[in-house]
């Protein structure tokens, strides 16, 4: 699309929100290119960008927009308008605003919704789609990114995100709209009577369940302290309600309890940046607490830091699902519990480990796309035919669910998890890191990382489909001086190894995955929601120093292969 015609439209459009004008006024070329080169689209979790004006920003247009495609969506389910739709939002900028433009966008076209009353997390949004027995839901919410976005996901009547068969019908209906400028709406007043405020019965139904997981509700919790903060976002009164309710010692880190959009007393949102941490483990060793969890601003992702002699060590989200996993597992085998059809998701770019566990104790374990959605399907397909039953779900980017009353992630199930595992091994006098590291001596030794190339802008996005087709065309036959021993391209749904091709039983996704001779694996996927080409590295090795050192190597020569 041509940037400055669209810069045009949108300059010229009489009736333009007077801070969006503002902004249409301030910009030098280059922000008028990267505003409007491009609309910005449903990826892996919704759609996702900065604030602003512009095609490419979230704004209320583009907001309107997609409320327009899902409303038409809405309409083509049976009873769709009389079932309506939940709408929830978190603590970011313009999350209430967008809110209540998606209430009105629905009622537009009769159909009701319903609102949480303040920020709720997006399980808890996930939860009340099903509990309400609504045909859809819409969370307002940029997870776990800058201060500078939002985002806009949208969930079927199961609580789940569209998976890709039906968010394209929701696109498709999205690109009818050919002026998201002119899109007719009635007036709140008149929307109003569709609209219906969600209390506190929700919320109570919601922690119920919560506390519900609980495997061993018994354990001595007397001596365990756990640190919690919130991110200034949704997860602070439910898990404030729900672990003290349990008897967990919980300690908030007061300084970012408030839901405060600014983000002001962190320095990343984000649990998968180490800098989120800071606070909370100076309060961890101020009163020596043996936990510490952050959930990201809408609640659906959890980071654990765990003790470790005088010190607190950080675990990724491979390693703390592999230890939820060995806690789980381990403690409904020995009740006589574990169900003998149990199954297990997780993605394609998640660590072994997690897998290797389950085979342990006769888990099942399927493999998923990334995208929490393509677990939640999973979940629904069996429900259905009760072939299989789920056992836990989890992707290695902080994201599990534990009972499936949650269609989605939900860190607030993850803090007790982690709260009842902890206490439970601490009662033996083990950590955390301890059971980790007998996992690794069991198992083999697993480090996990990433590498994110930000390339933003139209030239980015260009760059990025070079590197993916330079990866595509020419795959590596090493890498790091290790042998590639077989490659998986999801776009072309193939497996490679020995010569031979065989199919991939998975939708399609531009993901490439590299087997390396020695049993580790480097994964490679544009993000769906940002301008980033991400890569994904699981080494195996000997020791913890031998896997740090491999990965070291292995990130160099990436690289370096893909010319950066």
């Known amino acids: 699309m041509n940037y400055k015609e669209e810069f045009s439209r949108w300059n010229s459009f009489a009736g333009l929100d007077a801070k969006l004008k503002a902004e249409l006024v301030a910009m030098d070329e280059a922000q008028k290119e990267d505003a409007f080169y491009t609309n910005v689209e449903f990826g892996t979790a919704g759609m996702r960008g900065i604030l602003g004006a512009g095609t490419n920003r979230m704004n209320i247009y583009t907001v309107r927009k997609a409320n327009v495609g899902f409303a038409k969506y809405i309409l083509d389910l049976e009873e769709g308008k009389q079932r309506g ?15 209540i433009e998606s209430a009105r966008v629905l009622a537009t076209y009769g159909i009701k919704s319903f609102i949480f009353e303040s920020l709720r997390p997006t399980p808890e ?61 009635i007036s709140m007043d008149d929307a109003y009577p569709l609209i219906n405020w969600i209390s506190s019965e929700v919320d109570e139904a919601y922690y119920e369940a919560v506390m519900g997981i609980a495997i061993n509700g018994d354990v001595n919790k007397d001596d365990f302290k756990i640190v919690f903060s919130p991110q200034h976002g949704t997860s602070n009164i439910p898990v404030r309600t729900v672990l003290p309710r349990l008897g967990y010692n919980l300690i908030p880190v007061l300084a ?11 320095k990343s949102p984000n649990p998968e940046e180490a800098v ?21 601003p809408d609640g659906d992702r959890l980071g654990v830091v765990a003790k470790k002699g005088d ?55 399927e493999k998923t796309l990334t995208g929490f959605k393509f677990i939640g399907d999973k979940i629904r397909k069996y429900e259905a035919t009760k072939e299989k039953q789920f056992i836990f779900g989890y992707e290695e980017s902080y994201g599990c669910v534990v009972k499936d009353f949650v269609r989605d992630k939900d860190a607030i199930q993850a803090v007790l998890l982690a709260a009842e595992a902890g206490a439970y091994y601490k009662a033996q006098g083990k950590t955390l890191i301890d059971v980790l590291d007998e996992l690794y001596a069991k198992y083999g030794t697993f480090k996990e990382s990433q590498l994110a190339l930000k390339k933003g802008g139209s030239e980015g996005a260009k760059r990025i489909k070079e ?23 999801f776009k072309m749904s193939e497996r490679y190894e020995k010569g031979e091709v065989t199919p991939i039983d998975l939708p399609k996704s531009n993901v490439l995955k590299y087997y390396l ?48």
């Open 85 to 99: 739709v939940v709408i929830g939002y978190d603590n970011r900028h313009m999350s209430y605003q967008f809110a």
């Open 125 to 185: 949004l996930s939860f009340a789609v099903r509990h309400l027995k609504c045909a859809g839901g819409i969370m307002i919410t940029a997870s776990h990114n800058p201060k500078e976005y939002n985002g806009y996901k949208v969930y079927d009547d199961t609580g789940c995100q569209l998976i890709p068969e039906w968010g394209k019908k929701v696109v498709d209906y999205v690109n009818e709209v050919e002026d998201e400028l002119n899109i007719d709406l």
């Open 256 to 266: 970012q309890c408030a839901p405060d959009p600014d983000y002001t007393n962190t």
């Open 276 to 296: 989120s941490y800071e606070l909370a483990i100076k309060k961890a060793k101020e009163t020596d607490a043996d936990v510490v969890v952050i959930c990201d």
């Open 311 to 365: 010190e607190y060590e950080l675990m990724s989200g491979n390693q703390s699902a592999a230890v939820y996993l060995e806690y789980i597992l381990s403690q409904l085998q020995a009740k006589g519990q574990l169900p003998e059809n149990a199954v297990m998701y997780n993605t394609v770019v998640t660590s072994d480990l997690g897998e290797l566990v389950c085979r342990n104790y006769g888990v099942e374990v």
């Open 467 to 489: 590197i993916m087709d330079n990866l595509r065309q020419d795959a590596p036959k090493a890498i790091g001086g290790i042998n590639v021993a077989a490659v998986e391209d």
């Open 517 to 564: 001779e020695d049993g580790s694996w480097i994964a490679a996927r544009p993000s769906g929601t940002e301008p980033k080409c991400k890569f994904y590295f699981s080494v195996k090795g000997d020791s913890a120093a031998d896997a740090s050192e491999k990965t070291e190597i292995l990130h160099k020569d990436m690289l370096k292969i893909i010319g950066e």
